[in-house]
């Protein structure tokens, strides 16, 4: 069993910038891969990044690309999420998440995680 907690959501004004934290309970941490997904009131849960294991590959949703950073620390059991130029429409709950996907197409799959963290809110005001 994983245990996520996610930290580092708030109010910021568009053009803003905040760096979302997630801390895992696991020392197997390094096992999981891990994602980051958000979901807006009224809308359905939305990948939005994501890294493999050693943290050499990185994935993002094209309405981030270029904006948001996802990187982790394996010894320190965490990942982090760098979201610069902020915009209205990235409002929303972020969670953290850990998985195993079995292929690369996996990464921004909902059910590929099989563990997830509270959330923590971000809010972009105009």
């Known amino acids: 069993q994983v245990q996520l907690v996610e930290s580092g959501g708030g109010l910021v004004r568009a053009g803003g910038s905040l760096r979302l934290s997630c801390a895992a309970s696991?020392?197997?941490?390094?096992?999981?891969?891990m994602g980051w997904f958000r979901q807006a009131i009224g809308k359905e849960r939305e990948f939005v990044a994501a890294?493999?294991?050693?943290?050499?590959?990185?994935y993002y949703a094209d309405s981030v690309k270029g904006r948001f950073t996802i990187s982790r620390d394996n010894a320190k059991t965490t990942v982090h999420l760098q979201m610069n130029s902020l915009r209205p429409e990235d409002t929303a709950y972020y969670y953290c998440?850990?998985?195993?996907?079995?292929?690369?197409?996996?990464?921004?799959?909902?059910?590929?995680?099989?563990?997830w963290g509270q959330g923590t809110q971000v809010t972009v005001s105009s």
């Open positions: 890294i493999s294991l050693d943290g050499g590959s990185l």
């Open positions: 998440a850990a998985g195993v996907p079995h292929y690369e197409e996996d990464y921004s799959t909902l059910s590929t995680y099989d563990y």
């Open positions: 696991q020392r197997t941490f390094s096992t999981y891969v």
